[in-house]
């Protein structure tokens, strides 16, 4: 019997056979149920015995994903709203080809200058996710302030701005980047009156 660590829930199609296992032998560990294919490159581990965590499950459906905006700010405590989807961000020129009932995921596509800018990665375990930081995922919420709600972006920043650990030099680098100083400007001057 093949032994997977139980304290990694996913494993990639490549990852299984840098560990020595064939494409036949990973059929093998499909068929007596210890994993089970998720999509074209991704298998889930039957044998996992950690946390449950909703970011780690969106990053196996979404792997090239970025966990953004309301998720982010959840996970930022820059927000009481508790979203009932999980927000990925997907390079525009990428495709999902699977998503699964549960967690809901919502797919956002950003320009590879939006993509690229304010990434990383959390690892919990022998699992990771990527999310964009603090100070990208407040200036998308205000970018996408449309979308999500004039009081849930004012409450996103307003418990930005209460942080110790708050770098606004950094929140202007990437809202001049992204072009929306201007409108970060205006809340600030809002809020700060």
């Known amino acids: 019997m093949i032994v997977l660590d139980e304290n990694q829930k996913y494993y990639t199609?490549?990852?299984?056979k840098d560990m020595g296992y064939s494409y036949y032998k990973i059929g093998q560990m499909e068929e007596r149920g210890q994993l089970h294919r998720i999509n074209r490159a991704t298998y889930e581990n039957l044998d996992y015995n950690g946390d449950e965590?909703?970011?780690i499950n969106a990053a196996a459906y979404a792997p090239d994903g970025v966990i953004c905006l309301?998720?982010?700010?959840?996970?930022?405590?820059l927000t009481n709203f508790l979203?009932?989807?999980i927000n990925v961000a997907i390079d525009r020129k990428k495709k999902v080809s699977t998503?699964?009932?549960w967690p809901q995921i919502k797919i956002f596509y950003f320009a590879p200058s939006r993509m690229g800018t304010g990434v990383m990665e959390?690892?919990?375990?022998?699992?990771?996710?990527h999310i964009f930081d603090i100070e990208k995922t407040v200036v998308d919420i205000i970018y996408y302030r449309n979308k999500i709600g004039i009081e849930e972006t004012s409450e996103v920043l307003r418990n930005y701005l209460k942080r110790k650990d708050r770098q606004i030099d950094r929140l202007y680098t990437y809202?001049?980047?992204l072009r929306c100083e201007t409108i970060l400007r205006t809340y600030l001057e809002v809020l700060v009156s």
């Open 13 to 16: 199609t490549n990852e299984l």
């Open 122 to 129: 959390i690892t919990e375990g022998g699992n990771s996710f």
């Open 83 to 85: 979203p009932d989807v």
């Open 53 to 55: 965590n909703d970011f």
């Open 99 to 101: 998503l699964p009932d």
């Open 70 to 77: 309301m998720s982010a700010a959840r996970y930022y405590e």
């Open 175 to 177: 809202a001049k980047i």
